[in-house]
């Protein structure tokens, strides 16, 4: 299986910013989608950011041009840069893998445990 350990969350005034940390461990054979849920209270989960194996990706019209996912492939972690942040950002934030964990298994989602992002004077 494949676990997810993220980082990076925390408080922070408006305007701040903080950069959220996703590392995939455990049987991976290989990971294709890598995005960034979250979910506020009263919420349902959205989607923050999103980033394939090749480079391309795509971003909750919220966050254009306030955050950046990317991703290292060589050490199968994610990462998201939130900028100009508002209080509204404030909620859990999900990493989400679409991965396969071995040669001979299929690619299924897995989820990380969340980190809480709050935005706050």
């Known amino acids: 299986q494949v676990q997810l350990v993220e980082s990076g969350g925390g408080l922070v005034q408006p305007g701040g910013s903080l950069r959220l940390s996703c590392a995939a461990s455990?049987?991976?054979?290989?990971?294709?989608?890598m995005a960034w849920y979250r979910q506020a209270p009263g919420k349902q989960r959205e989607l923050v950011a999103g980033?394939?194996?090749?480079?391309?990706?795509n971003y909750a019209d919220s966050m254009k041009g306030r955050s950046t996912i990317s991703r290292d492939n060589a050490k199968n972690t994610v990462y998201l840069q939130m900028d100009s942040l508002k209080p509204e950002d404030t909620a859990v934030y999900y990493c989400?893998?679409?991965?396969?964990?071995?040669?001979?298994?299929?690619?299924?989602?897995?989820w990380g445990q969340g980190t809480q992002v709050t935005v706050s004077s």
């Open positions: 989400n893998v679409h991965g396969q964990p071995t040669r001979f298994s299929g690619a299924n989602f897995f």
């Open positions: 980033i394939t194996s090749g480079g391309s990706t």
């Open positions: 455990g049987s991976i054979f290989s990971i294709n989608y």
